[in-house]
């Protein structure tokens, strides 16, 4: 995997404070961290790192935003789904030099000092990808019905008024038995 400098941060160089570091990410950037799924086709990503510099810890604020052409669970067509969301993340400078030494937590991480660079890098990919749900549905329109293909509406609705037909039914044979209760 391919190094790119563009995320990593030299935090010992900078001054005690905010700092604001904007990225555009695309598929490329998904692909080199190791993306292999086939159901997002394009990214479109603008992430917004809030970089807080204290004595003995960073805090580190990620905004994702931006789009993810995805194909609708409902209808199958693909779409552009808006992402947005938010995550914090807690980096403490740490004196084991080991990182087996120091537990890790969801939101913290600990370096040891003698780093003298974070990358970001991989964060900023988990952070894209959490950002795209689960269930991708087209949204509703201005009229506030499902934007989805209207064939594959028809469809679905045909195919939810059909009864089920029970086929190979295990337990039919269990009805007839008769159990005499004293």
């Known amino acids: 995997m391919k190094r790119r400098m563009e995320f990593e941060l030299a935090w010992q160089g900078l001054k005690i404070g905010e700092h604001i570091l904007d990225y555009q990410l695309g598929m490329d950037f998904l692909k080199e961290k190791g993306y292999a799924g086939d159901d997002v086709k394009d990214v479109e990503a603008k992430a917004t790192v809030k970089f807080v510099k204290h004595e003995s810890f960073f805090e580190l604020h990620f905004d994702i935003g931006g789009y993810a052409v995805v194909p609708c669970d409902r209808c199958g067509d693909d779409f552009r789904l808006n992402l947005w969301d938010e995550f914090d993340l807690i980096v403490k400078l740490s004196d084991a ?59 679905l609705g045909k195919m939810a008024g059909q009864p089920e037909e029970q086929k190979n039914d295990i337990w039919k044979g269990l009805q007839s038995i008769k159990i005499n209760k004293k």
């Open 97 to 155: 030099e080991d990182a087996e030494d120091t537990e890790e937590d969801a939101d913290v991480v600990f370096i040891p000092r003698s780093e003298t660079v974070l990358d970001i890098s991989n964060w900023l990919y988990e952070f894209i990808i959490l950002s795209i749900p689960l269930q991708r549905i087209h949204p509703d329109n201005a009229d506030g019905n499902p934007d989805c293909n209207p064939e594959a509406l028809k469809l």
